[in-house]
């Protein structure tokens, strides 16, 4: 089969352009929920941070908890 020019450059745009409908697709996710990730797989260092700040939140309340107690 003979590869054309315009079968190149079909190829080349079709693919550079779903990559940019998802990168589109992602953003506008983004911005319906309000939210920078909904899942973990969306970025991982993003949710592995957030995990870890929850964690510490939670450990503050639970010193603040029973120091007010303590008092």
Do not use: C, H, P
Not at 19 to 42: C, E, H, M, P, T
């Amino acid at each position: 089969m003979r590869v054309t020019q315009s079968m190149y450059y079909d190829n080349i745009f079709s693919t550079s352009n779903s990559r940019l409908n998802k990168q589109l697709f992602d953003v506008n996710k983004q911005i319906a929920s309000g939210l920078k990730i909904q899942y973990a797989s969306d970025d991982v260092r993003t949710f592995t941070e957030t995990m870890r700040l929850d964690n510490e939140l939670s450990t503050i309340g639970q010193v603040e908890k029973k120091y007010r107690e303590w008092v």
